[in-house]
């Protein structure tokens, strides 16, 4: 079956406190990237990675890191976490950016910073 | 820049009554137009999309008709059912972009 893993799907931790949230694909997409889903600010893109060892910032990446070292993986690394990064976040996966592209989306991380 | 703006929610409807959802666009060339459901709990699922002008998605009884000279991708439905209960996300990508531009989501719940 076709999908986007993510673990955990909830998490709960402390400020400054390193996480990694691990996302992993089984389509052979060589396009991923990790979005926030917020209230009333819909979802916006933290990075993302064109294929292996490529990646770049999106619209809100600053106290973020990724990293791409293979093609189904694309974890994201807090390296100190803060309150203002408790949201909801997303990983998607698709073929290649193009006209009828289609992203494929993770269950998502519930992340809570206290 | 590139961005999507959708009609606020909630929205709350009886079962079989008709649902719009307002979504309009700004982009710069051809962009590609998509919406997206998330039931509750879990991750965004296509629903439909279009690819250029006048094209028409549909699917499971939901249509969006791509309207270039209203920048507009209105998503539609007849007969709702408490089924459809979800939020409903407006997007776009541009033929040469890295990303989806996503609305900010409008929350419907079907009533019995």
């Known amino acids: 079956e076709a999908q986007v893993t993510q673990n955990p799907r909830y998490l709960i931790t402390v400020t400054g406190k390193k996480l990694t949230v691990t996302c992993s694909q089984n389509?052979?997409?060589?396009?991923m990237s990790w979005y926030r889903q917020d209230p009333g600010l819909g979802l916006r893109q933290i990075y993302y990675?064109?294929?292996?060892?490529?990646?770049d910032k999106g619209d809100v990446p600053e106290g973020y890191k990724v990293s791409r070292k293979e093609k189904r993986n694309f974890p994201l690394i807090l390296e100190s976490p803060s309150p203002n990064q408790t949201s909801l976040y997303f990983c998607?996966?698709?073929?290649?950016?193009?006209?009828?592209?289609?992203?494929?989306f993770g269950q998502g991380t519930r992340l809570t910073v206290v | 820049g590139d961005s999507v703006t959708q009609m606020e929610g909630p929205v709350t409807l009886s079962e079989e009554a008709f649902l719009t959802i307002n979504c309009t666009y700004t982009?710069?060339?051809?962009?590609?137009l998509f919406w997206y459901v998330q039931y509750p709990g879990e991750g965004l699922q296509l629903l439909l999309k279009?690819?250029?002008?006048?094209d028409k998605g549909s699917n499971k009884g939901f249509e969006a008709t791509y309207r270039k000279e209203t920048t507009s991708f209105h998503l539609e439905k007849g007969s709702v059912q408490v089924s459809d209960s979800a939020v409903y996300f407006c997007?776009?990508?541009?033929?040469?972009?890295?990303?989806?531009?996503f609305g900010t989501g409008t929350s419907l719940t079907v009533i019995p």
């Open positions: 998607a996966s698709s073929l290649s950016q193009g006209r009828s592209t289609e992203a494929f």
């Open positions: 389509m052979n997409h060589e396009y």
């Open positions: 990675s064109m294929n292996v060892e490529v990646t």
């Open positions: 982009a710069t060339g051809y962009p590609s």
């Open positions: 279009a690819t250029k002008a006048d």
């Open positions: 997007a776009l990508t541009r033929t040469t972009g890295n990303q989806f531009y």
